[in-house]
């Protein structure tokens, strides 16, 4: 039964690629929790599924590795890594100009440090949410601004996302 639901799913996936278009990108996100700011570099890969003109569904993967830390009363902070599945619905506006809107579930690992005393290493499971604004400067390249909330944290991105 495995198998046939596998072969199924794979001939569904494969037979979308008449109406879909691959995408990927890298972003610097800033995650923000008042008195502390990480940053983390996060890659992402999915799939463009067009539903009419203007509105086009986005499935993807994203995975992203810690690139600036942060102190507080003495405490270091920063992020190891994280994995986040996301459905992006994304908004022509006009020619070069789309809004998109995101939901989020992902695992991102935070390490603490206090010198001298050791580390804590902790993985959080949440939900995120937001949405921004892109720029397709060519017919396959795309600059973006977001926002998300993730579980409480700020989070705002700027990256460049490429379709193939």
Do not use: C
Not at 25 to 40: H, K, N, P, R
Not at 119 to 124: C, E, I, K, R
Request: glycine residues 16%; negative net charge.
């Amino acid at each position: 039964m495995k198998h046939k639901i596998f072969g199924m799913t794979l001939a569904l996936m494969l037979s979308a690629t008449g109406w879909a278009q691959g995408v990927s990108g890298i972003s610097y996100v800033e995650l923000d929790e008042g008195d502390i700011s990480v940053a983390a570099l996060v890659g992402s890969v999915g799939y463009r599924y067009a539903i009419n003109e203007s509105i086009t569904v986005v499935p993807e993967l994203r995975v992203g590795l810690g690139v600036k830390d942060d102190s507080f009363a003495g405490t270091d902070v920063k992020i190891n890594g994280l994995v986040a599945g996301a459905v992006r619905a994304e908004f022509a506006v006009s020619e070069p100009v789309y809004l998109f809107a995101a939901g989020s579930y992902g695992r991102y690992r935070v390490k603490a440090t206090v010198p001298g005393a050791g580390s804590v290493s902790d993985a959080n499971k949440d939900w995120g949410f937001g949405g921004g604004i892109g720029f397709n400067f060519s017919q396959n390249g795309s600059i973006e601004l977001g926002y998300e909330d993730i579980g409480g944290l700020d989070a705002y991105s700027a990256g460049v996302r490429f379709k193939f």
